[in-house]
């Protein structure tokens, strides 16, 4: 026999191929994804939400500059100590806003700059300071808008510069760091492009492995078949070759013998004899005649001679009676058709499937009746045994061996090209029916 | 559940259990029926000056003392040198019958002025509630002589020389002297002169948003008892010359017994101003977390007001904001700053399409839960050209307070017209038919005023308390009353201001539900004085201070 290699080991193998290169990818997106995602915390997000406090930041020096404007140009009916708590306001954002803007700033902002900016405000705060003393002084508020002008608004408009600057900078580390981020898009793109067409690649190669050591699978397996109902058939028609040369062994061997010693025996009757031995000889040739009748019955229960010598529907007509008085069920036969010209290769399968159906009948139905019908027609034959007994069991017995007699059955049927079902009738029990085609050459 | 109950409840639950649960009240439109028969004149005439976006304002407050609420309604007049009809300020009295007469002409109100709200109190403590009209220019007080008219008194009372562009005012008791002070917002430094030009679609003029203008300070002027003000603006440290102020509700955040003002600005931080019990304020919204959003933006304030929405003893504030902003629902929580509840909830999905502008927490189902009123409408009329899902006339918010199940937006289930879409700016609540629930008086932009009957269906009661100072002022303004039902307690704060350019009646309403008393109420009046009574029925009463309670 052709030795066959198993495919598991190799789809295995393919498999696992797909399966890392799947997790390889889902790790290097993920990792990517990852970077991505600390870039646009560490820089973009922060990058904004710095920017937002720098603007914060710039809108309290532009409301201070609007504020010390009114100052200088007298817009408002109240004394400069009016503005304190406007000051004093903005200085609270401003203060909360710096605070803010120094856990988020960039590193890659300059931090000279910062610290002239944070020195810038502190410088700021004292001058103001220094303005509202003045603006309490009798007569102060010309000396302290005079303050104003010459020194805290130039101290404004240079922090509102440098502010102004720092956004810059921010802006620009938006940039670099947008134009990171398009650059991940784009190598994971691409990676994602390599990627599909290498497991598109595996996935094909290992999709074609499959068909291929499918179709070998399915080739071996119909070959397989093939032997195996040969072998079935080779077995069938070898046991029955076997049974019909006992058979006829025993018949004609045996049976001749048999005969012969029973035709001796009565003959030495006839002789004069002593009484005992007279008697003594009666009994023997009765067991002759009775192991001729056995030997005789065990020939036909091996093979029915009359299958051979009368045709099979000679053989269905002489073993139903014999079966109803054997088992004592009684059975409506009826045919229809001739049967003539049924071969012989076909007649002993028939049979043989007759027989196991009835047997089945006595064993298993706890049938009182039993119906057989046999149709003869040119090109088919088709038997049918039917009773209304206890039907076939859903699932067999534990333990019991699972039908040896009918998987015989189905094999004969095999063997005859011809069709065996079992169903149940809607009273109840088992039909076995075998439909076979009669050909010639068979 | 009664018996009764299972029986109503029954078809409900057999009609479909997805059935939202119904109001128990619905708003009727009475407007014309009622006499009132008004239209607002901004002035406008193409010329897109900024303040013809942003009145009127409107009040229920009871100018002749009688017990019921009489209807104010504020207006703008024609800009010199165009000529339309003439247009004043209206004053209605209430005929007692669900009905109003125009006595503008009989009070002496019918004068010409640019107006944008209203502040009413008795300033002079004789009885009878004094008006002060916020306008573009020179605003006006109106003493009220108690006869029916009313008497200008700008100059005579040291207010006059202060013109300004100013929106909302309320009159409260900064120093507990018994003598109601005045707050005044203003908006920006505008005049016609000064108008800026700025446009939409680079072709024609349009509004300029609030950026293009300086910020005003708001005023702070103290009643020197003699009929006169003096302006303490600088020296209470009120004055900020950036702000931007168009709302102010008065409060206690801190529980300290002393008013503080919560102002809405526009485009600037909002203000905090914690009263520290020496004449002064300090500004704490910033500590707060009032000033800005969620985000930390300055929005866009228009309206507000401040009440113990959810009863849980702590005071809440809602701000109105522009159209994408939501309105802001800051509730105190522990630490003393607040927490705005509108992006977490859907209160901030349901108003962030709507520009709003009047607010106020009122218990309109008088389930004893204050629901919320806001009133909404864009600045532009051109705004349905530029942007497609804006909408210059919009639907009002009538959020149902369901406790702990949060609000519904119903303004669409309790009338017919009530959610027809407008121009709103000012919103007053107040019971102008006497029957314990409270109505609705809303003031559009170039356009008429509504006035909407409550009329309640849910057989929920109510009690009423209308307060008279006698140490205190005697609109008993700034006093806390307490109600206890159940074992739960609600307050409410007599108060001028809230909502925009608008002011609601000055008795103060607690919706008792099914049942027909307050076990415990207590007033803590301005003055200090406490009083407590047991077991009141519900109805209206008079609660004099130091002279008890009576049944109207």
């Known amino acids: 026999m052709r030795w066959y290699a198993s495919p598991t080991a190799r789809l295995i193998a393919g498999l696992a191929v797909t399966l890392a290169s799947v997790a390889g990818f889902s790790w290097y997106a993920l990792d990517q994804i990852a970077g991505l995602r600390a870039l646009q915390t560490t820089a973009i997000d922060r990058n904004r939400r710095d920017s937002l406090q720098l603007l914060r930041i710039e809108n309290n020096l532009n409301s201070i500059g609007l504020a010390m404007r009114d100052m200088v140009n007298g817009d408002e009916p109240y004394p400069l100590e009016a503005f304190r708590s406007q000051f004093a306001r903005v200085r609270r954002d401003l203060d909360d806003a710096l605070r803010l803007e120094r856990s988020l700033a960039p590193e890659s902002l300059s931090p000279s700059r910062e610290h002239y900016f944070r020195q810038s405000l502190s ?176 020939s036909l229960a091996l093979h029915p001679s009359i299958l051979d010598e009368g045709g099979l529907e000679q053989a269905i007509d002489w073993y139903v009676p014999i079966f109803q ?59 049918e045994v039917e009773d209304h007994g206890s039907g076939l069991p859903a699932r067999p017995a534990a333990g019991a061996r699972r039908g040896i007699g009918m998987v015989a059955m189905r094999e004969r049927a095999d063997l005859l090209h011809g069709v065996l079902a079992f169903d149940r009738p809607a009273e109840g029990g088992t039909r076995v029916r075998l439909d076979v085609p009669i050909i010639e050459e068979l | 559940m009664t018996r009764r109950d299972l029986l109503i409840a029954a078809p409900l639950a057999v009609a479909g259990a997805s059935i939202e649960p119904s109001a128990g009240f619905h708003f009727t439109g009475v407007t014309a029926q009622a006499g009132i028969h008004f239209t607002h004149n901004s002035g406008a005439f193409g010329g897109k000056y900024l303040p013809e976006t ?63 709200g209203v502040a009413a109190g008795d300033f002079d403590n004789d009885g009878f509630p004094d008006l002060f009209i916020t306008c573009v220019g020179q605003s006006r007080l109106f003493h009220n002589t108690g006869k029916g008219t009313f008497v200008d008194v700008t100059h005579s009372s040291g207010l006059a020389g202060h013109e300004g562009f100013s929106t909302s005012a309320l009159w409260f008791d900064y120093n507990r002297d018994g003598l109601l002070d005045l707050f005044v917002c203003n908006y920006v430094k505008w005049s016609a002169a000064g108008d800026v030009y700025c446009t939409l679609d680079g072709k024609r003029k349009s509004y300029c948003t609030p950026e293009a203008y300086h910020g005003s300070t708001c005023w702070l002027f103290r009643n020197l008892g003699n009929g006169r003000f003096e302006d303490v603006t600088a020296s209470s440290g009120i004055f900020d010359s950036s702000s931007k102020s168009l709302g102010v509700a008065m409060l206690d955040y801190d529980n300290d017994g002393w008013p503080d003002l919560f102002v809405a600005n526009d485009t600037q931080p909002n203000k905090l101003y914690r009263n520290l019990r020496n004449g002064r304020f300090e500004d704490v919204a910033i500590e707060a977390g009032v000033a800005f959003s969620e985000d930390g933006k300055a929005r866009a304030g228009m309206g507000v007001d401040a009440a113990d929405f959810d009863n849980s003893g702590v005071t809440s504030l809602v701000v109105t904001n522009f159209e994408n902003e939501m309105l802001g629902l800051y509730r105190l929580g522990r630490g003393g700053s607040f927490q705005d509840q509108a992006p977490g909830s859907n209160v901030g999905r349901l108003t962030r399409r709507s520009l709003g502008f009047g607010c106020f927490f009122f218990d309109a189902d008088l389930d004893g839960l204050l629901d919320l009123l806001v009133v909404n409408g864009h600045i532009d009329s051109t705004v349905q050209g530029l942007e497609t899902d804006a909408r210059y006339q919009q639907p009002p918010h009538l959020l149902w307070n369901r406790g702990a199940a949060g609000f519904r937006d119903i303004a669409s289930e309790v009338g017919a ?12 609540f107040g019971d102008f038919d006497g029957d314990g629930d409270l109505d609705v008086l809303i003031a559009t932009n170039q356009g008429p005023a509504y006035l909407y009957r409550n009329d309640l269906s849910n057989g929920n009661r109510s009690v009423r308390f209308r307060l008279r100072g006698t140490k205190s002022n005697r609109d008993g303004i700034g006093a806390v009353v307490r109600i206890q039902l159940n074992g739960q307690t609600r307050s409410r704060m007599v108060k001028s201001g809230s909502s925009y350019l608008s002011q609601s009646e000055l008795p103060v309403t607690f919706g008792l539900g099914r049942s027909d008393r307050a076990e415990r109420v207590t007033v803590a009046w301005p003055s200090g004085r406490f009083e407590e009574f047991k077991n009141v029925a519900a109805g209206s009463y008079d609660v004099v201070e130091g002279q008890g309670i009576t049944k109207k």
């Not at chain 1, 005079?146 to 440098?162: C, D, G, I, W, Y």
């Not at chain 1, 002993?348 to 006595?362: G, K």
């Open chain 2, 417 to 428: 017209g009530f959610a027809t879409p407008k121009v709103g700016r000012g919103a007053a």
């Open chain 1, 123 to 298: 410088q700021f705060w004292t001058s103001v300071d220094q303005m509202f003393a003045l603006a309490n002084t009798p007569h102060g508020d010309k000396q302290a808008t005079e303050l104003v002008r010459s020194s805290l608004e130039p101290q404004q408009e240079a922090m509102s510069a440098t502010v102004a600057r720092l956004l810059v900078e921010n802006n620009l580390t938006e940039e670099r760091a947008a134009a990171r981020v398009q650059e991940i898009y784009r190598r994971v793109e691409r990676d994602v492009y390599l990627f599909l067409a290498a497991a598109l690649a595996a996935i094909l190669a290992t999709s074609l492995y499959l068909i291929y050591s499918n179709r070998r699978l399915f080739q071996r397996l119909e070959a397989l078949s093939a032997q195996r109902s040969a072998l079935a058939r080779k077995l069938i028609t070898m046991q029955e070759e076997m049974l019909r040369s006992i058979s006829r062994e025993l018949h004609d061997e045996f049976g001749q013998i048999l005969t012969a010693l029973g035709a001796m025996l009565a003959r030495a009757e006839k002789k004069e004899l002593p009484s005992g031995f007279r008697e003594d000889l009666r009994e023997i040739r009765s067991i002759a005649q009775e192991a001729l009748d056995k030997t005789r019955g065990l």
């Open chain 2, 54 to 116: 942003l009145g009127p304002g409107c009040a229920f407050f009871d100018y002749d003392a009688d017990g019921w609420q009489d209807i104010l309604l504020v207006n703008g007049t024609n800009w010199p040198g165009h000529h339309g009809p003439r247009s004043t300020l209206r004053l209605y009295r209430n005929n007692r019958d669900g009905t109003f007469t125009d006595v503008t002409r009989r009070a002496g109100l019918d004068i010409e002025m640019y107006g944008m």
């Open chain 1, 325 to 383: 008085k054997q088992t004592g069920i009684r059975v409506d036969y009826r045919k229809s058709g001739r049967g003539a010209d049924i071969p012989d290769a076909v007649a002993i399968h028939v049979y043989r499937v007759l027989q196991e159906a009835l047997n089945n009948v006595a064993r298993h139905s706890g049938a009182a009746t039993a119906q057989v019908r046999v149709e003869f027609a040119p090109s088919k034959l088709c038997l």
